[in-house]
């Protein structure tokens, strides 16, 4: 454990947090892309199936499980709870065009042709390009409440602390993978256009809005 | 094998 790891987690951590809370504490899930909590649902399930499998650390099974459950009572907010405040109209991402490429690049490039191995790999490249119907609906809408963007901010910074953490890693344990670097990259390119939106607007006490 | 390392992440 190195400090950008746990940055991140905690970043991770706090953007769950934020999300639920904003579900919570307003009764609506309007602005939030149920699509994309389905795909992170999905992500934690097929990645975190190692539970059953390995014992790391308490720390490492505590974050796990936290991951799980509150992706899973996201979903039950937004699906079933809330149903009503659900903006479905504009969360239209076809969610096939994410997951069929993650099961097909899965199958084709991983480190070992075995179930669990196969479904980490899946959940990684699906994780890189799951906040796709969120960011897809924010551009649609044209603008995110701001608790929203603090949501989308923690979110991304999470991976991009990941990326610090491999290149930590790489340099004081000669360790790095590669599936997981490309992945994390790519998957904190994609919030590059919203950081920086966050940073020149959200941070500045403005409303995130798109330019129209 | 590298992906033994990487199974401690989250």
Not at chain 1, 34 to 40: A, D, T, V, Y
Not at chain 1, 77 to 83: P, T
Not at chain 1, 132 to 137: C, K
């Amino acid at each position: 454990m190195n400090i950008f790891r746990l940055i991140g987690d905690l970043s991770h951590l706090l953007a769950i947090i934020i999300l639920l809370r904003k579900i919570w504490k307003s009764r609506s899930c309007a602005g939030i892309s149920g699509k994309s909590q389905l795909l992170f649902a999905i992500v934690y399930t097929s990645r975190y199936l190692d539970l059953l499998t390995v014992y790391v650390s308490m720390y490492n099974t505590l974050m796990k499980l936290v991951f799980i459950a509150a992706s899973y009572a996201t979903c039950y907010l937004i699906y079933l709870k809330f149903k009503a405040t659900y903006d479905h109209n504009h969360d239209t991402f076809r969610i096939e065009f994410l997951l069929v490429p993650a099961v097909i690049l899965a199958l084709l490039i991983n480190h070992d042709f075995m179930a669990l191995e196969i479904l980490w790999t899946f959940s990684i490249y699906l994780e890189s390009v799951a906040i796709l119907p969120q960011l897809f609906m924010v551009s649609k809408t044209g603008e995110a409440e701001s608790i929203t963007s603090h949501y989308l901010f923690a979110l991304g910074s999470y991976r991009g602390l990941y990326i610090l953490n491999w290149i930590y890693r790489y340099a004081m344990e000669d360790h790095y993978d590669l599936i997981a670097i490309v992945a994390g990259v790519v998957q904190t390119v994609l919030y590059c256009d919203f950081f920086y939106l966050y940073i020149t607007k959200v941070l500045r006490g403005k409303k995130l809005q798109l330019p129209a | 094998h590298s992906f033994r390392v990487q199974k401690d992440e989250l």
